[in-house]
Nanobody, 123 residues
Framework: QVQLVESGGGLVQAGGSLRLSCAASGRTFSFASMGWFRQAPGLEREFVAAIGWSARNTIYADSVKGRFSIGRDNAKNTMYLQMNNLKPEDTAVYYC????????????????WGQGTQVTVSS
């Protein structure tokens, strides 16, 4: 059984920073990649960033390039999302996810999901 638990969300002013964490337990060696997605009220879930198992490969949504940085520590089974220069439009519930076979921005490909953590950016 795989469990993903996000933490680190909160309220921050525009221009501020937050660091999200995703702790994985269970059969984590089966992950080909892990990713972050977000969903704002009334909007569809959207891709934020993903990282391969070796952490050499990363992909980002255009909206967060240069501001967000994804990383992982396999020894701790933890993935991170450093979010800098936050904007009000970054407000959303952020979800971490794990994919057993690929590294992709397509949410439907991901096999496991966390419960989400709220990020609110005030203007």
């Amino acid at each position: 059984q795989v469990q993903l638990v996000e933490s680190g969300g909160g309220l921050v002013q525009a221009g501020g920073s937050l660091r999200l964490s995703c702790a994985a337990s269970g059969r984590t060696f089966s992950f080909a990649s892990m990713g972050w997605f977000r969903q704002a009220p009334g909007l569809e879930r959207e891709f934020v960033a993903a990282i391969g198992w070796s952490a050499r490969n990363t992909i980002y949504a255009d909206s967060v390039k240069g501001r967000f940085s994804i990383g992982r520590d396999n020894a701790k089974n933890t993935m991170y999302l450093q979010m800098n220069n936050l904007k009000p439009e970054d407000t959303a519930v952020y979800y971490c996810a794990a994919d057993k076979t690929t590294m992709t921005s397509r949410g439907v490909n991901y096999d496991y999901w966390g419960q989400g953590t709220q990020v609110t950016v005030s203007s």
